[in-house]
C-alpha cells in the first residue's frame, strides 16, 4: 500500500490507542472492516471497550452513522422506517389512500452501531440481517459501508441468546475481547488505570482523522490489492 494510505492508516490506529488501551484484534478487525467494507461483531464482558472502540471507530472516519440499541420491543419500523397513510382527495366523494414509507436512519448511514445485537427481537433482526447482507432495503441501494455489532459473551439475566452460525456468518470480521485483567495484561492494566482520569477529556478531544473521499480511497485501494 503506497506511503499516504498507510499515515492515514496509521494515524487512525494511533488515535484508537490514545482512546482505549490494549484491544489490539479488535483495533485491528475495525481497520479491515473499514478497508473492505466488512461488517464487524466484537463479542465480549462487559467494561473491555466494546462499545467505546466502536463508537470511536465512527468518530475517527468522518462517517454518517446510525446507531441502534436492541432490546425486546425494538422492531422491523425502527430501522427501516414507520409507514405512513396519505390521503388524497380526488373528487367530491372519491379518495384515493396510499401507504408510504418514512425511511429511517439505516437508510442515510454509512456506519451503523448495532449495541447488544443479540437481544433484539427475531422479527427486527431477520430483517436487519438481511439488509446487511445485500445492503439493500425498500428496493434501495444503502450508503452503509460497515456495521459494527457489539455483544455480550454471556447473559447471566437470560435476556438474550447467542446468536446463532448462520446468523454470524454476516460479519465477516468476528473478535472476542477479554477484559485486561482477567486475560493477565496486568501492564494494560495499570496504564489504563493511570490514565481513566482523563478518558472522558480523550474521548471528547477526538478528531476525524479521514473524511468520505479519503474512505473510499483506502477502500478502492484496499479493493485494487486483492
Known amino acids: 500500500m503506497p506511503d499516504e494510505p498507510r499515515r492515514q492508516l496509521r494515524r487512525l490506529h494511533q488515535a484508537l490507542d490514545r482512546v482505549v488501551v490494549g484491544q489490539q484484534a479488535a483495533k485491528t478487525g475495525l481497520l479491515l472492516g473499514l478497508l473492505a467494507r466488512l461488517h464487524v461483531f466484537l463479542e465480549g464482558p462487559p467494561g473491555c471497550a466494546k462499545s467505546l472502540l466502536a463508537q470511536s471507530m465512527v468518530d475517527l472516519t468522518g462517517a454518517q452513522a446510525a446507531t441502534f440499541v436492541f432490546h425486546r420491543d425494538v422492531r422491523s419500523e425502527d430501522l427501516l422506517g414507520d409507514s405512513l397513510l396519505r390521503r388524497t382527495q380526488l373528487g367530491p366523494q372519491v379518495e384515493r389512500i396510499r401507504v408510504d414509507i418514512q425511511p429511517g436512519p439505516l437508510f442515510s448511514a454509512e456506519l451503523v452501531l448495532l449495541e447488544d445485537l443479540p437481544r433484539a427481537p427475531g422479527e427486527a433482526l431477520g430483517v436487519l440481517l438481511r439488509v446487511l447482507a445485500e445492503r439493500r432495503a425498500l428496493g434501495r441501494q444503502l450508503a452503509l459501508e460497515m456495521a459494527i455489532a457489539t455483544a455480550p459473551c454471556d447473559s447471566p439475566d437470560g435476556r438474550s441468546d ?13 473478535v472476542r475481547l477479554e477484559g485486561l485483567v482477567s486475560s493477565q495484561r496486568h501492564e494494560s492494566s495499570r496504564e489504563l488505570l493511570d490514565r481513566s482520569v482523563d478518558a ?4 471528547a478531544a477526538l478528531e476525524p482523522v479521514l473524511d468520505a473521499s479519503s474512505r473510499r480511497r483506502l477502500q478502492e485501494k484496499a479493493s485494487s490489492m486483492l
Open 162 to 174: 447467542p446468536l446463532e452460525p448462520t446468523q454470524l456468518d454476516r460479519f465477516a470480521i468476528q
Open 200 to 203: 472522558p477529556r480523550r474521548r
